[in-house]
């Protein structure tokens, strides 16, 4: 199985506030990865996949990059309904998450 | 819109099994992979299994080999997730999560999700 890993597994952050969460993968995924964000008592909800591609209806504050192990996702512009906890996923084979990373208020 | 309804929470003795159902609505089901998710409490997210039910094909994650059983009703654009042999680890809420196919007929990302059932196994 490929294991995922994230940094930080917490972050504090204001409104305003450019957050980055970065991903691992224990091999190379090339960009088969996407990211989940996740509310207290929610589903997930998909915003990024194959890297760097913006799902449907997610704000254009979101975005990814990388590849191969790499990844890390943006947030430019912290909005008070972007607290929550933020997963990645591989896609490269059967999925594997990320322990997530919870981001709250400062 | 798609949308995926789940069954209710279930209170299950140790030992025993429990089925969740997941049913769809929106889209054409036999076309996507539905797969079963869950998250312990203050956990994180873990794959158990999918299906395709146009290929009436399962998949399952090495931990719950033998343990899983998912399934599909076409007729009723229904999947379902049974676990046996259940312990208090798998007190969760269980999720099923749809992924249509890539060009490549992969199928990578949980594009929507069904609202969760809570599965508490206690004595």
């Known amino acids: 199985d490929i294991q995922m890993t994230q940094s930080p597994s917490s972050v504090s952050a204001s409104v305003g506030d450019r957050v980055t969460i970065t991903c691992r993968a224990s091999?190379?995924?090339?960009?088969?990865l996407a990211w989940y964000q996740q509310k207290p008592g929610k589903a997930p909800k998909l915003l990024i996949y194959?890297?760097?591609s913006l799902q449907s209806g997610v704000p254009s504050r979101f975005s990814g990059s990388g590849s191969g192990t790499d990844f890390t996702l943006t947030i430019s512009s912290l909005q008070p309904e972007d607290f929550a906890t933020y997963y990645c996923?591989?896609?490269?084979?059967?999925?594997?998450f990320g322990p997530g990373t919870k981001v709250d208020i400062k | 819109q798609v949308q995926l309804v789940q069954s209710g929470a279930e209170v299950k003795k140790p030992g025993s099994s429990v089925k969740v159902s997941c049913k769809a609505s929106?889209?054409?089901?036999?076309?996507?992979?539905i797969s079963w998710v869950r998250q312990a409490p203050g956990q994180g997210l873990e794959w158990m299994g999918r299906?395709?039910?146009?290929?009436?094909?399962?998949n399952y994650a090495q931990k719950f080999q033998g343990r899983v059983t998912i399934t599909a009703d076409k007729s009723t654009s229904t999947a379902y997730m049974e676990l046996s042999s259940l312990r208090s680890e798998d007190t969760a809420v269980y999720y099923c999560?749809?992924?249509?196919?890539?060009?490549?007929?992969?199928?990578?990302?949980?594009?929507?999700w069904g609202q969760g059932t809570l599965v508490t196994v206690s004595s």
């Open positions: 299906i395709i039910p146009i290929l009436g094909i399962a």
């Open positions: 091999q190379g995924i090339s960009s088969w």
């Open positions: 929106g889209g054409t089901f036999s076309s996507y992979a």
């Open positions: 999560a749809r992924t249509e196919a890539d060009s490549s007929g992969y199928y990578r990302y949980f594009d929507y």
């Open positions: 996923q591989q896609a490269n084979s059967f999925p594997t």
């Open positions: 194959a890297a760097s």
